[in-house]
């Protein structure tokens, strides 16, 4: 399984930028598609998940702001990215997790200027 990403970028705060994921290889019919970040040498924090099905799980401080979303004919999931922060500035990684085991794509930075 391999993850690709993309859509980062610099922004001014209160703008919003949009992420990709594409998934690719051997998926099975339930995952876990997902959006973690991680600043400088801190941990590397969930920002929101998708389930095969639709739900959904979001850290409080993107509540309201952010979206995550999936296509599961494409293997890609999506994050939007609203009324962006400076503190939402780090290097954000999807992760792909199903049957137990999980992936993470290559991070894509996002800078959100004051």
């Known amino acids: 399984v391999q993850l690709q990403a993309s859509g980062g970028g610099l922004v001014q705060a209160g703008g919003s930028l949009r992420l990709s994921c594409v998934v690719s290889?051997?998926?099975?019919?339930?995952?876990?598609m997902g959006w973690h970040r991680q600043v400088s040498e801190k941990e590397r924090d969930l920002v929101a998940s998708?389930?095969?099905?639709?739900?959904?799980n979001y850290a409080d401080s993107v509540k309201g702001r952010f979206t995550i979303s999936r296509n599961n004919a494409k293997n890609t999931v999506y994050l939007q990215m609203n009324t962006l922060k400076p503190e939402d500035t780090a290097v954000y990684y999807c992760?792909?997790?199903?049957?137990?085991?999980?992936?993470w794509g290559q991070g894509t930075l996002v800078t959100v200027s004051s």
């Open positions: 998708i389930i095969t099905g639709g739900n959904t």
């Open positions: 290889g051997t998926i099975f019919g339930t995952n876990v």
């Open positions: 992760r792909f997790c199903q049957r137990g085991v999980c992936y």
